[in-house]
């Protein structure tokens, strides 16, 4: 790890520029790569939105805002179980 601008830089070791050369000869994709390729990364972008969204309201929002956004995120959450619940 190194430090530039007030910020960590990490970087592969040499073991791991290894099994990224391995990979690559076998085809594979990065680790990074195929889990942003995987069907949840659309989820996933969609709740840090929705969770990016909430703070929002809840820092500036006024208070019947805030409210309602409760009521919109409680019922996302129960249709999101329902949905696994019928399968």
């Known amino acids: 790890m190194t430090e530039h601008d ?24 990065t680790p990074w790569q195929a889990a942003s390729d995987a069907p949840s990364s659309d989820l996933k972008a969609a709740v840090c939105a929705l969770r990016d969204a909430a703070k929002q309201i ?20 129960r249709q999101v179980y329902e949905l696994l619940a019928k399968g």
């Open 6 to 29: 007030g910020k960590r830089i990490y970087e592969l070791a040499k073991a791991g520029l290894t099994e990224l050369e391995v990979r690559a000869a076998r085809g594979d994709a």
């Open 58 to 77: 809840a820092a500036v929002g006024k208070p019947d805002q805030v409210a309602r956004a409760t009521v919109i995120v409680v019922e996302a959450r």
